[in-house]
């Protein structure tokens, strides 16, 4: 278990409203990153961070910022949410001392729905 | 940049039969390749990996895949598969100078027939 959660698990918004989803983890991973999972589009990276403060745009990083002050949290933010924003978010980890960069740990997703 | 193509975007196949996944990607530079396991309302977990040597390589429930530089392939094959293996199948890659950010294809979804 790498230890990452994810919250909420669901979400229900409205179109133009905040919304703000977190990932933690316990281990001190230093990467952290954002994925939307889309049918057909497999997963694509939104945003990732190689430690704290330190944030870089992905392939779909549009509509999001992020932000990780301290290691174990990187919170993605839909500034004002869109139905085209509609997706399961998947927040990964690796970096951790000792272990392979490639090791990227998933968490169990967050299912936002824009209305 | 890199890009993944997963040929397939379903595979029915009945219990005990072998399976075959295809996958295809583009890359200029040298990549890392992966294949990730997605059960129903769980997250990603990692089946398989090349990194270098052996292009065949052996992953986890009885899975294995092979590297052809050649062909630009990475092939997922399970000899016979059980109903548990009913899941969503993605191919990944990583430039091996850029370290881990991974590149998905769009997803192979097999359901296992009894």
């Known amino acids: 278990d790498a230890g990452i959660t994810q919250s909420p698990r669901h979400k229900v918004t409205e179109t133009g409203t905040p919304v703000t989803l977190r990932c933690h983890q316990t281990?001190?991973?230093?990467?952290m990153y954002w994925y939307r999972q889309d049918p057909g589009h497999g997963l694509r990276l939104i945003h990732y961070?190689?430690?704290?403060?330190?944030?870089d745009k992905g392939e779909v990083s549009d509509g999001y910022s992020v932000s990780r002050s301290k290691t174990e949290d990187f919170l993605l933010t839909l500034e004002s949410a869109t139905s085209s924003q509609t997706s399961v978010y998947f927040c990964?980890?690796?970096?951790?001392?000792?272990?392979?960069?490639?090791?990227?740990?998933f968490g169990p997703g967050t299912r936002l729905t824009v209305t | 940049a890199q890009s993944v193509t997963q040929l397939d975007s379903q595979v029915p196949v009945f219990e005990e039969a072998p399976v075959e996944l295809r996958c295809n990607y583009s890359?200029?530079?040298?990549?890392?390749l992966f294949w990730y396991v997605q059960y129903p309302n769980q997250g990603l977990q990692l089946l398989l990996k090349y990194l270098s040597g052996s292009t065949l390589v052996k992953g986890i429930n009885g899975f294995e895949a092979e590297f052809n530089k050649s062909q630009t392939s990475f092939h997922l094959r399970k000899p016979s598969v059980h109903i548990s293996d009913t899941a969503e199948y993605f191919c990944?890659?990583?430039?091996?100078?850029?370290?881990?950010?991974?590149?998905f294809g769009g997803g192979t979804r097999v359901l296992v027939k009894p």
């Open positions: 990944a890659v990583s430039l091996k100078a850029a370290g881990n950010k991974l590149t």
């Open positions: 990964a980890i690796n970096g951790l001392a000792g272990v392979p960069l490639y090791e990227q740990y």
């Open positions: 281990e001190n991973h230093r990467y």
């Open positions: 961070s190689y430690g704290v403060k330190d944030t």
């Open positions: 890359s200029s530079v040298s990549v890392y």
